[in-house]
């Protein structure tokens, strides 16, 4: 089977101020410096990239609807959706292709409500607490997987 090179990295609420507050948490990078960083590895890797942004829970139920039709994996940080949402996870279930779950701060040394995760039910892996470089741990990844599904 041939698994489509296409990744679409998907982020949650309050991810847009990344880099401008909290930096002690999240790190000193902005949003669109973890596109472009993705987006550099993506060519490298010979991937494709969607790269999307909402603090709306539906834009990122549609995302996840749209790549089932087109997508090789996702890689998703649900931000505080993460410990929310049965709709991201039903989304996420609807979809058959590798999904990495992506955490730029190590979740499980934080408040007890960061330790559940819904997605983490759907996801294939986890990483958490390597900061923004978790992006591109994450591609990597599911760049090994897809290769897999295509062999
Ligand atoms: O560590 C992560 O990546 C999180 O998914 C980030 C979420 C948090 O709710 C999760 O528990 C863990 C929060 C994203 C908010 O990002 C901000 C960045 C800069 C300033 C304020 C918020």
């Excluded at 847009?16 to 909290?22: A, D, H, S, Y």
């Excluded at 890689?75 to 996420?92: C, Q």
Aim: with cysteine; aromatic share 8%.
């Amino acid at each position: 089977m041939h698994a489509s090179r296409l990744v679409f990295v998907l982020n949650g609420p309050n991810l847009n101020l990344l880099g401008k507050r909290q930096p002690e948490i999240y790190g000193a990078e902005t949003l669109a410096d973890v596109e472009a960083g993705c987006r550099a590895l993506a060519t490298s890797l010979g991937l494709e990239l969607r790269f999307h942004q909402s603090n709306r829970e539906y834009e990122i139920v549609d995302w996840i609807h749209e790549a089932r039709e087109i997508a090789g994996g996702i890689a998703i940080n649900p931000a505080a959706f993460t410990h929310t949402s049965v709709a991201i996870l039903d989304a996420l279930n609807a979809f058959d292709p590798p999904v990495i779950e992506v955490h730029i701060s190590n979740v499980h040394k934080r408040e007890a409500f960061r330790h559940h995760s819904f997605v983490s039910l759907r996801a294939d892996g986890v990483i958490a607490g390597f900061g923004t470089q978790g992006y591109q741990l994450a591609l990597r990844r599911l760049a090994t997987l897809i290769e897999s599904r295509s062999a």
